[in-house]
């Protein structure tokens, strides 16, 4: 009867033992060693369980390989034959202000900012018939000359800047209009643009003219990254003679105006699509794309010249168009 109580005894001191820490027991040090290892083993399996997951999603980016650098050499090249390209396509290229004179076209690129061509050669005859030189327009009444450039829009400042700078030609240049670009930015609302424009078609001195047409053109040839007109100038340059500057500045705004717009170009009608790295950015089929063309690369289109050259008038003839002034465009 007594054996019953002494079993039940001998249990709970084993179970208390088990619970309490093992340091007393002679064969537990390797106890304590292995339950800690056991327990750190479900942590490492944790611990690669992210890993997995996040490989997948790092694989998108890798799929599209980077693009191979261009050359310098390359540039250069593909440059040129653009604007060989260009050449052939455009064999009639010419500025489009309408002029006879320096003081002419110094007068109507001014009055171009912001408007047309074809708004400015719409304009100019009656200016010029009223105030034909500089010392005429700088005795101008300011609100007779503020009425004659109305149409060209920024009338007010237009007016300003025609009748400071034929004060300045007056007093300062003997009523001659200079053929120095040093001297020419020096005249109210003249700067390297209009200059370059003056530069190049009145005196046959090389220049680079970066308007908008242009210089949106530089950047999508890859020729420049750049929005700052001097760091266009100064890159694009650098990939041409010097004897192209003028010329090349004509295709470019050419072919800005005509087919490689600011917000639908023709990339399907584009004559030097397999040179442009931005082919794709318009209108792909060809069908569609000719319906974006503009001037005379439309039916029955023509240029923004009110007088145009002899070039462009056998050009209109070869291709059986009449030579009348186009429609207010880009």
């Given amino acids: 009867m007594t054996a019953a109580p002494d079993s039940a005894v001998s249990e709970q001191p084993a179970r208390t033992a088990e619970a309490a820490p093992r340091k007393r027991a002679p064969g537990g040090k390797a ?24 490989a997948p999603a790092a694989k998108g ?42 003081f002419q076209l110094l007068v109507a690129t001014v ?26 327009m700088a005795a101008a009444d300011p609100q007779e000359l503020e009425e004659i450039v109305r149409p060209t829009g920024f009338f007010r400042a237009k007016a300003r800047s025609l009748l400071g700078l034929s004060a300045a030609l007056r007093d300062r240049f003997g009523g001659e209009v200079p053929g120095r670009l040093e001297d020419l930015v020096t005249l109210p609302g003249v700067g390297r643009k209009t200059a370059n424009v003056v530069l190049g078609n009145a005196f046959g001195v090389p220049g680079i003219t970066v308007d908008t047409h242009f210089g949106r053109l530089a950047r999508r040839f890859g020729w420049t990254t750049s929005e700052d007109p001097e760091k266009i100038e100064e890159e694009v340059g650098s990939l ?76 209109q003839k070869a291709v059986h168009q009449p030579v009348v002034p186009a429609g207010e465009g880009e």
């Fill in 240 to 315: 041409f003679p010097k004897s192209e500057w003028t010329m090349l500045s004509h295709r470019l705004i050419f072919h800005g105006r005509r087919v490689c717009h600011s917000r639908k170009p023709a990339c399907g009608a584009c004559p030097i699509a397999p040179l442009c790295p931005s082919y794709g950015e318009g209108e792909t089929d060809p069908d569609k794309a000719r319906k974006l063309l503009k001037y005379e690369l439309q039916p029955g289109g023509t240029g923004q010249r009110l007088k145009p050259p002899p070039s462009f008038v056998e050009h």
């Fill in 61 to 102: 980016p890798a799929k599209k390989p980077a693009a191979k650098a261009e050359s310098r050499t390359a540039l250069v090249r593909r440059a040129r034959r653009i604007n060989r390209e260009l050449a052939e396509f455009y064999p009639y290229v010419h500025p489009e202000l309408d002029f006879e004179n320096p």
């Fill in 111 to 136: 009055l171009s900012a912001q408007t047309t061509d074809l708004r400015v050669n719409m304009t100019t005859p009656a200016l010029f018939a009223r105030y034909p030189t500089p010392e005429e």
């Fill in 31 to 54: 106890a304590p060693a292995k339950a800690p290892a056991k327990k750190a083993a479900p942590r490492k399996a944790a611990a690669k369980r992210p890993a997995a997951k996040q």
